[in-house]
């Protein structure tokens, strides 16, 4: 009904409404438990089952609890159909996604609605949030099997050996995805990698998980600040709140897409993931129902990281030519080396590969992280590594090297001013890089006082102000002795 969900429950020959919201069933005259039917037409089954102060367990009064049934009983809709629609209590990763659960909340409300009068709403911190993350590529074979539907539609492949979807109706095609958690969504951006010389508009639609209307199309917009995507659409105004849903991405013209990245943010109770204890062993217990032979993966980080934050919005192209059949071909192109995602392979089809990041702004680099995987535990691939930087157009400056590496992962630091940074390394064989990561804080640059003006808003008190000299103007004039 419109203001309220509840379920019943088949036994006995007959309905049984048993309301896990209100902590409530209604009992009818002979004891056994109304159905919803029964307690619409006899709303006095809600008010007659209160305490002495009129309240049902959590605390709304039943009074008016019996009026919400009688007003809205002629609007009740049986939703059982569409059961199968609503998210699994326990939580499935597809291909290429990853779950990260936050410590504290971080979002900027909360999914909270409080009963009614008398209920004792729990603290503001007993949620959390968590971020889902699904890398969709049009370079993997089996795009097909990760939408749920599509039409108007293709992958083609370009000259180099790269494949795009595109747009193969007269019209606007489409590809869609179902999404759905245990969770309410908080916010969602969807983001895109586009050919670079696309054209025509990507846009996207909503549709809740009950089904219903189509949602006005949000265009995607070009961004910056994001590594290996370059446009995306904002949901979260139409998404905020559901559980389940659906997604159509919809390519009007000529535009091709080689990536999508589905983000959802989410809010979890707090306690969902256990609390870690300093100073003692912790102990994590897991679960599921796959087969015993299925690889299995998960990181949890027990220690708050430090050091300088990661640079985001990078770019990466491979000096090395990539192989049109065993690289570009296979979605294993330089932009996988910074898209965030750790399975998918920057790989050139060659023993030596040379990558240059472009960090897209001056920053004071402190570090850099090389996920090398089997490349660098197996001897017979990654033989010697370099880092190199610069900064402008000045000569590259060797900051780094080493030998075999002798792990999946490689933490460097680095201490250097730089605008690009260069992974250079040779092997036995064919080698690849699955993700890199650039940690540093950006330089700010150095404007002359003579191009900024300053005035002040507040009237500058002429005796306290203006007479000792203390003017709008100090504020830009390159002295910081000066005080505006």
């Keep these: 009904m419109p203001f309220h969900t509840i379920p019943e429950i088949w036994y006995g020959n007959a309905w049984h409404m048993l309301d896990p919201d209100h902590q409530v069933f209604y009992r009818k005259d002979d004891g056994t438990i109304a159905s919803v039917v029964e307690v619409i037409a006899n709303p006095n089954l809600v ?290 080396l910074v898209d965030g995602d750790p399975d998918s392979l920057a790989y050139p089809g060659s023993v030596h590969l040379d990558y240059v990041i472009q960090l897209n702004g001056t920053y004071q680099v402190s570090g850099i992280s090389m996920d090398w995987n089997n490349f660098g535990t197996q001897a017979q691939y990654v033989k010697s590594w370099q880092v190199l930087g610069r900064s402008g157009n000045q000569p590259w400056q060797q900051l780094a090297q080493g030998g075999f590496p002798g792990a999946p992962t490689l933490d460097v630091p680095l201490n250097a001013t730089l605008t690009e940074v260069r992974i250079v390394a040779d092997g036995n064989n064919w080698i690849g890089i699955y993700e890199a990561r650039i940690f540093g804080n950006a330089v700010a640059p150095s404007l002359p006082s003579s191009l900024l003006t300053a005035y002040s808003n507040v009237p500058e008190d002429p005796l306290y102000s203006i007479a000792r000299h203390y003017q709008a103007s100090n504020l830009v004039d390159g002295d910081t002795a000066t005080l505006a």
Excluded at 87 to 102: A, G, K
Excluded at 216 to 229: A, E, L, R, Y
Excluded at 316 to 327: F, G, H, I, N, R
């Design 47 to 336: 008010a007659r089952t209160a305490d002495s102060n009129g309240r049902d367990p959590v605390g709304w009064p039943a009074a008016s609890m019996a009026q919400l049934y009688a007003e809205n009983g002629p609007a009740l809709r049986y939703a059982a159909s569409g059961f199968y629609l609503l998210p699994p209590s326990n939580i499935l990763l597809r291909p290429h996604e990853s779950l990260i659960f936050q410590s504290e909340n971080t979002a900027d409300f909360v999914h909270f609605s409080w009963p009614g009068p008398g209920y004792t709403a729990p603290l503001m911190t007993s949620v959390s949030s968590a971020q889902f993350d699904w890398m969709l590529s049009f370079g993997d074979p089996s795009w097909r099997s990760q939408a749920l539907t599509y039409n108007g539609v293709d992958v083609v492949a370009d000259s180099s050996g790269k494949k795009w979807l595109a747009n193969t109706s007269s019209g606007t095609g489409y590809i869609q995805y179902q999404q759905g958690s245990p969770f309410p969504v908080s916010s969602l951006v969807i983001s895109a990698q586009l050919a670079p010389a696309s054209g025509g508009s990507l846009r996207v639609s909503f549709m809740d998980g009950d089904g219903g209307v189509w949602s006005n199309p949000v265009t995607f917009q070009p961004i910056t600040g994001m590594s290996s995507f370059n446009v995306s659409a904002d949901l979260t105004a139409l998404v905020k709140g559901y559980y389940s849903y659906y997604l159509r991405i919809e390519l009007v013209g000529d535009v091709q897409v080689h990536k999508l990245r589905i983000t959802p943010g989410v809010q979890t109770a707090k306690a969902l993931f256990p609390t870690l204890a300093a100073g003692t062993v912790n102990h994590l217990s897991y679960s599921d129902e796959s087969p015993q032979s299925q690889a299995r993966s998960m990181q949890v980080t027990v220690a708050i990281p430090s050091g300088k934050a990661q640079i985001r919005g990078v770019h990466a192209e491979s000096l090395v030519p990539e192989s049109p059949a065993y690289s570009l071909s296979r979605d294993y192109g330089a932009a996988n």
